[in-house]
């Protein structure tokens, strides 16, 4: 054989066999220890869960940043004044129940405890009306509530539903069905009606009594949260919205200056007779429903290593640092696997590539290491990044995200060594390949794809971070090993998490990223299985 062959051959053999050396030992500088010491302080109780825009959360922030400048990272964002940060600065705006309350008879009744809202309403300053009994609140050609009732600059009160006229048959229909007068937004129809009557403030007295009411009080209650829900734009309510105060039987008696059983007395004088009741109930309320704004002030952090002969090519690698903060009784939801797991892999991801840079491997691409917030509220800080990126989306490789993988799921009781991966495949099958061969050459984990299913329920490939990149056309794998008891509970502590484990998959990620920014070619968009 050519000699300059055999020695061609036999340094070919060498370059590759020193390349994949390089590789494991930079890999191995990824431990369970250095996880763990991270993740002690991340998740411990001083940071008070990371609420999105929280102190604990700025620190966790602080925290991060002070890693990614020790290990020679760059500040990948501009500050106010020009420089460059380490923080990309973003506003989530969010408008909120204040004070809400109704008086009458002397006794005042608390929202979500004695009453609930229907829709919107703004009144800031507590406001008094009289009140008159408006029966169903129901005005059709053969049956009027409002003949004969002046309502105009008062407020009414109305029973929910419609009059039955004998049997299961409603008044109105003649038969069992029932009319726009009944159902889940009928008090639409009701609160509009009686707004063109002159009225301001609408009570609907609901059939719910006892713990059926308490229940349904419970249950609009955590129905309104969406009401308080941050977002990335300024929200404008119009303040004309219909909205309708639901009440007791009990509530609507004190109003109306009568008792329970006469109230429920005249209701059923209405069904008996098919028409409306004569009897005139008045009172008089008093009522606060206060809608305030606010703003939540937060940031992604992003460290950036320049890469060398493809430098303009960037990998974003991503994690959540902030959680759900404070439980209502003031328990703390330390986040340790949700998802101070993530927040720790990338600074043990970042160390090694930093170590591999520092001995002259570093990588061909540049990376981003990305550790947004406000995934808890919605995705904000990606969606924020994916409007806003600090490097052009069309030379972002991939995103590859890490979200959860420090425990382990019901499925997986007896067999801990697996992840569950989610959105290789979506865009890019090469990178789907290129993970698959990363696993079986170097961590030999069951990579379980039951997520990544279009039908699976859980949807979870539209719950973290990587989908806004997704969106986008940016090619992403999802590491996550699934939904425990803990889940968004203060359970989810540090002594919990499986280091050893953990480690594994970030050492996963690790050799995925590096063929992912030292490979001859970009990886390209050839899947569209969203």
């Known amino acids: 054989m050519n000699k300059n062959l055999i020695g061609g051959l036999l340094l070919l053999v060498n370059t590759v066999a020193f390349a994949q050396d390089d590789v494991t030992k930079y890999a191995e500088s990824i431990t ?19 609420d999105t825009g929280s102190p604990g959360q700025k620190k966790a922030a602080e925290y991060v940043t002070k890693y990614y400048k020790e290990y020679g990272y760059q500040p990948a964002a501009t500050a106010a004044d020009s420089s460059k940060s380490y923080l990309q600065k973003y506003t989530l705006h969010k408008r909120s129940w204040g004070k809400v309350f109704v008086k009458a008879a002397g006794k005042q009744y608390e929202f979500n405890k004695d009453f609930y809202l229907n829709g919107l309403v703004n009144v800031p300053q507590e406001a008094g009306t009289s009140v008159v009994m408006a029966g169903y609140g129901i005005q059709d ?19 929910d539903g419609e009059p039955k006229g004998g049997g299961e048959k409603y008044l109105l229909s003649g038969s069992s069905e029932r009319t726009k007068w009944s159902g889940p937004v009928s008090w639409k129809e009701k609160v509009k009606l009686a707004k063109e009557k002159g009225a301001i403030y609408v009570f609907i007295v609901t059939d719910k009594t006892g713990e059926d009411w308490n229940k349904e009080v419970r249950q609009h209650a955590v129905m309104t949260r969406r009401f308080s829900a941050p977002t990335l734009k300024p929200v404008q309510e ?33 069904d008996k007779s098919g028409k409306p009741n004569q009897k005139k109930m008045n009172g008089e309320v008093s009522l606060i429903a206060e809608r305030v704004s606010e703003t939540i002030e937060t940031e992604n952090v992003a460290a950036f290593m320049e890469g060398s002969d493809k430098k303009d090519e960037v990998l974003v690698i991503s994690a959540h640092l902030d959680h759900i903060g404070k439980s209502a009784n003031g328990e703390i939801n330390n986040g340790a696997d949700d998802d101070g797991s ?16 520092a001995d002259g491997k570093g990588p061909r691409r540049s990376i981003l290491f990305l550790n947004v917030t406000g995934e808890e509220k919605g995705l904000f800080g990606s969606e924020y990044y994916s409007e806003n990126p600090l490097y052009p989306l069309q030379n972002t490789i991939a995103d590859l995200n890490i979200d959860m993988i420090g425990r382990i799921d019901e499925a997986h009781k007896s067999d801990p060594k697996y992840v569950y991966l989610i959105g290789s495949d979506k865009l890019s099958s090469k990178l789907h390949e290129i993970s698959e061969e990363a696993n079986k050459k170097y961590v030999n984990y069951k990579l379980d794809y039951t997520f990544n299913d279009p039908k699976d329920p859980n949807r979870f490939y539209y719950r973290s971070d990587h989908y806004n990149f997704a969106k986008m056309g940016v090619p992403v ?14 359970g989810d502590d540090v002594e919990k998490i499986m280091f050893d484990k953990q480690s594994s998959i970030v050492k996963l990620v690790f050799y995925t990223a590096w063929e992912l920014v030292n490979r001859d070619e970009k990886i390209v968009v050839d899947s569209h299985k969203q």
Do not use: C, W
């Open 32 to 50: 369970p220890e250095d996880l763990k010491k991270h993740l002690v302080i991340i998740a411990s109780d001083s940071l008070e869960g990371r």
């Open 477 to 490: 794998i999802f590491y996550f090993t699934g939904v425990h008891e803990d889940y968004h509970k203060p």
């Open 238 to 270: 119009d303040p004309e919205n219909l909205s309708a105060f639901v009440i007791s039987p009990e509530m609507a008696s004190s109003i109306l200056g009568t008792s329970a059983q006469k109230l429920g007395e005249s209701k059923s004088e209405i």
């Open 342 to 357: 993530g927040t720790v892999s990338l600074l043990e991801l970042a160390e090694a590539f930093s170590k591999a840079k």
């Open 141 to 159: 050609k053969s049956y009027s509530d409002y003949d004969g009732l002046d309502v105009k600059s008062k407020s009414v009160v109305i029973y």
